[in-house]
Every structure is written in structure tokens, then in C-alpha cells.
């Protein structure tokens, strides 16, 4: 009942104000989309879920928007809605299609590297959860050259070069 009366009031605040858009509109969700994390990390269900649905209300709402700071926020609840479905799920083969719909949203957007790198790595990530150990350590290598031609520091590549290992091990135990 909490969880519906917050969807229900996350929704009438983003319609109060009519059609059009307030420029804090993209910076509120930006919040509740970091809210979203903590509550990933804190494995608070649904807190998480209730984030996750007052952005893809707005998101549906303002679909036509290709402004890049929407296409940005698109693309990060795309990321974090393919981990939810795998983490959360169980079912990495969709959160392998919302990843691979985050990337397509990354395309030409400047400044999401990290974010880039980090889908990357989920779907490489997802790859080995479904078996398919080649297309996993080709994903690492692959964000590991992204995060390299993008000057990531190593702190986000020691990640990528453990999943690679890992990959070529289970390769090895076929």
C-alpha cells in the first residue's frame, strides 16, 4: 500500500505543473536515480522500485525529449534497470536487452565514459551468467579499451581485468 501511495505521489507531483518541463525536473530525477543506488547497495527492494518507477514515469511522460541531459538520465535507469533484473531477478538475459538499450542511448553523448564503461562491463558481466564465456571476455576487453582510450584511472580497470581472468578460467574448465 506505501509503495502504490508513493508512485501514486511521485506521479502527481511530475504532472502538477502541465506538459512542460522545469529545468530542476531532470536534476530531481538525476537525485532519485542516486537514491536508487544507495538503495541497490542497502538491498532495500522497494524503496528501489519505487525509484526505479517515479523515473520511468517521467521518462515514459517525456518520451519526445531528446535533449541530451534526458538522454543521459535514459540511459543511466536503462543501466541500472539491467542490473536490477539480473541482481534482483535472476534473469540476466533482460538485463542483458536494458544494457544493451543503455549503450544504444550512450551513442554521441559526451561525458558518460565511466557510465559507458560500466554497461560494458554489466554486459560482458551478464554474458558469462548466461554461459556465453567467449562474448564475456570479449565485453571486458572491450570496456578495457574504452576505459583506456578514455583516461579511467585504474581503479575502474582492475574490475574489468578481473572479469577477463575470470572469463578465460571458466573457459579453461569447459
Known sequence: MIKVLLILMSCASLFSCGNSRRPTDVSRMQQTMDSLKMWYVQMEGDSMDAASRRVEVFLNHYQDDKSEEMRRLRAEWLK????????????PDSG????????????????????RVLALANRADFYR???????SADGYLQALQTA???????????????????????MGDL
Open 80 to 91: 541500472a534497470q539491467g542490473v536490477y533484473y539480473t541482481a534482483i531477478k535472476g534473469q
Open 96 to 115: 542483458l536487452i536494458y544494457t544493451e538499450q543503455a549503450l544504444e542511448e550512450m551513442q554521441e553523448l559526451q561525458g558518460v565514459d565511466e557510465l
Open 129 to 135: 551468467q548466461l554461459g556465453q564465456l567467449d562474448k
Open 148 to 170: 583506456d582510450s578514455a583516461g579511467i584511472g585504474v581503479s575502474l580497470k582492475i574490475p574489468l581485468m578481473l572479469g577477463i581472468s575470470t572469463a578465460y578460467t571458466f
